[in-house]
């Protein structure tokens, strides 16, 4: 605003558009007061808040009314006195506004003419609702939080003296009369040497770069007993010199993952001997079978690994994905990952030996193929979802039902639908579509993914077979539902180039095989 008279300033804004429009778009409210410190103008933004039905009536009389809180009142009147005498101010008040308490933080701005003689004075009003909603969710925390939180002084000489620590600290530390550690040194006595030359090396590094650190280590509280804190310690305050005065130390109690980290390490080495003994024998028994005819002795062994290896390796995986609920590190994290992976990957090489010898004696029975594909991908539509996979439906509707092992059907549907969301990075799609022909009905599963090399496609359904770009498995899935379908008397065929996703067909006769 120009540094007009009352009155030219108020004809300014109400009749030319361009200041009009700049101040009505504004999300601050603007007000305008006059010498006797009297309302003048109020913008629409604070005119919507304060639901103000004629402002027309505010205008020439003292703002806030008499129906705003009187200490808002009380705090805007000395604002406004205070701006009237020359002092620029920053005020904050708050209106009940039809039960839901609204704050504002005000700019009082006096502007005079030559002669230093009051014109008038601008507010400007910013909603701070949420900024005191937080302030005070803050305020619960600091009373709440698990976290110790100290203040700490650097010494003139050596050492530093604990200035503040919340009560979390206290009862974590088994500490009766906090008080008297106040005005002692940081950290107390009863910390071992170890962890007192860690936490010393850790401030010194705060005050030496002004950077925040982390530090990890034992402590023991007043009983003797171990805990675990990870620290970070930070600037609090600065002198007038600009030195570091104090720091503030926000210490986590990891007593319990530490201890999870022991139990892990322990598990970890017992996983790493059962899948190096069990992959050893797995790699035995793959090498036997290719061997064999029409791998003839895989039977056999599938009911001895199911109990030999499924039940175990479910047992470690089990204690395994409790162990990594407790808050792990990232390093242990990354364990407990691992460990999980391999697990599912030997459990999946058990499934896979399984499902190749499921008897295909079970009962045919007349399917709907489409709704057969619709249950499939309900069980996979969580799973496309998360990894941002779009699924399409191209169905047929003159499929007359099919003759053949539902089980069996939905299995193959689902290792190809699970292959395909295998081969997409990032988002993509794959397109369900089923297709009648003369003789037989035609299901296609086709993806967006990284494609299949003409080296990979020959020898693509031949067991223990994995593409480069595959990853990590038996190489069973797809031998395995190539002779499913085979036994349905039906043919399964693919066709990809690298780089261009590929398509599965899965060719089943109308009539009974």
């Not at 050492?159 to 009766?176: H, P, V």
């Not at 970070?232 to 530490?258: M, P, V, Y």
């Not at 599963?445 to 359904?461: A, M, P, R, V, Y």
């Amino acid at each position: 605003m120009e540094k007009l008279n009352l009155d030219a300033l108020l004809k300014s804004i109400n009749e030319d558009s361009s200041v009009n429009s700049l101040i009505q778009s504004s999300p601050i409210c603007h007000k305008i007061f006059d010498p006797e410190l009297n309302l003048q103008f109020m913008s629409d933004v604070g005119i919507a808040t304060l639901r103000v039905k004629n402002v027309e009536d505010y205008y020439g009389h003292p703002f806030p009314t008499d129906s705003a809180p009187k200490i808002t009142r009380d705090i805007f009147n000395r604002g406004l006195q205070i701006a009237g005498k020359g002092g620029a101010n920053i005020i904050e008040y708050y209106f009940d506004i039809e039960g839901k308490v609204v704050w504002y933080k005000t700019t009082l701005n006096p502007f005079f003419d030559e002669n230093e003689t009051l014109i008038y004075i601008k507010a400007d009003s910013m909603d701070i609702t949420r900024a005191k909603e937080i302030e005070e969710s803050n305020k619960t925390l600091l009373e709440t939080t698990p976290i110790c939180l100290k203040e700490i002084t650097k010494n003139d000489g050596p050492g530093y003296t604990l200035r503040f620590m919340s009560s979390a600290g206290q009862e974590q530390l088994g500490i009766k009369d906090l008080e008297k550690l106040y005005g002692g040194p940081y950290p107390p006595d009863f910390y071992p040497d170890g962890a007192k030359k860690a936490l010393i090396e850790g401030m010194d590094r705060v005050i030496s770069t002004g950077e925040s650190t982390q530090v990890e280590c034992e402590v023991l509280d007043t009983h003797g007993n171990s805990v675990w804190y990870l620290s970070t310690f930070s600037i609090h305050k600065l002198n007038e010199a600009g030195e570091i005065e104090s720091i503030t130390g926000s210490s986590q109690n990891i007593t319990q993952r530490k201890k999870a980290e022991i139990q892990l390490n322990e598990y970890q080495e017992h996983l790493e001997e059962l899948v190096e003994k069990r992959t050893q024998e797995l790699e035995e028994s793959q090498r036997h079978l290719i061997h064999s005819e029409k791998l003839a002795s895989l039977g056999k062994l599938t009911g001895s690994i199911s109990h030999e290896f499924n039940n175990p390796v479910q047992g470690i995986r089990n204690v395994i994905e409790n162990l990594s609920k407790l808050g792990l590190s990232k390093k242990d994290a990354k364990l407990t990952e691992l460990g999980i992976r391999e697990c599912d990957r030997m459990a999946k090489m058990i499934q896979g030996l399984r499902d190749f010898y499921k008897p295909t004696s079970d009962k045919f029975s007349s399917i709907d193929i489409n709704q057969c594909l619709d249950e499939v991908l309900v069980l996979q539509n969580k799973s496309l979802e998360e990894k941002q996979i779009q699924v399409n439906q191209n169905f047929s509707e003159n499929i007359p039902k099919i003759e053949m092992v539902e089980d069996q059907i939905k299995q193959v549907v689902l290792n190809l639908i699970q292959n395909a969301a295998d081969s997409i990075s990032g988002k993509g799609q794959i397109t369900l579509t089923t297709e009648m022909q003369a003789s037989h009905v035609d299901i296609k599963i086709q993806d967006t993914g990284h494609g299949i090399s003409e080296e990979d496609l020959k020898n693509l359904f031949e067991p223990f077979f994995t593409t480069k770009n595959a990853n990590k498995g038996t190489g069973l899935g797809l031998s395995i539902s190539y002779g499913i379908i085979q036994d349905h008397g039906g043919d399964l065929e693919v066709k990809s180039k690298l780089g261009e996703g590929a398509t599965f067909t899965i060719s089943l006769p109308i009539e009974s095989k």
